[in-house]
């Protein structure tokens, strides 16, 4: 990985994580909140961000692609701003691809982000339902909802999303992918 690479992710991650924190403390108002939730978005959005990231990077060098994450400045400036409007829209940046590749590639390359949040989404779970302590409960729960929510943002059909280069690709994985996360997201939280 290269040092631009390295920056961009940090302050990608950084970013989206005080994006969260902001949310979840009521658009800052909450100082005591603020620094309560930042240290779980460290964790639960850092995790599920970097990983899906990392993902598509894996994803892509086993095909022979060279591919690097870039952050994406817009794209951090409003999540932080649609963080005080009471909702995100995370885009912090992308895994650039170089070289060309397939219709199959590509999905292939695109869906391991959102199974990667999917499975973090489980890692979560796992923690809430151990019943360890009050801190693990409310970082697996919220880790939990968080990576099923990534999840089924990016599987969204449009844009450059990875729900459109997925459903390009194979519409019953796409189908699989959405469904999965969609209930996750809006559903299985009320069971942990």
């Not at 961009?8 to 950084?14: E, P, V, Y």
């Amino acid at each position: 990985m290269k040092n631009t690479e390295i920056k961009d992710i940090l302050i990608s991650w950084l970013t989206i994580s005080i994006a969260f924190a902001i949310l979840l403390s009521r658009d800052f108002l909450d100082l005591m909140v603020f620094v309560y939730a930042f240290p779980l978005a460290l964790v639960t959005v850092g995790t599920g961000f970097i990983l899906h990231e990392m993902a598509h990077r894996v994803v892509a060098t086993h095909f022979g692609k060279k591919a690097e994450f870039r952050a994406w400045t817009f794209g951090l400036i409003f999540a932080i701003l649609s963080s005080f409007a009471g909702f995100i829209f995370a885009a912090p940046g992308a895994v650039y691809i170089f070289g060309n590749v397939t219709r199959k590639q590509n999905g292939i390359i695109s869906i391991a982000g959102p199974l990667t949040n999917i499975g973090v989404a489980i890692f979560f779970a796992v923690i809430a339902i151990a019943n360890l302590s009050d801190i693990t409960n409310v970082a697996g729960l919220m880790g939990f909802q968080i990576n099923m929510f990534l999840a089924m943002f990016n599987m969204i059909p449009f844009g450059p999303l990875d729900g459109k280069k997925v459903f390009v690709w194979s519409k019953t994985a796409w189908v699989i992918t959405f469904v999965i996360s969609f209930i996750g997201a809006f559903f299985l939280y009320g069971f942990l």
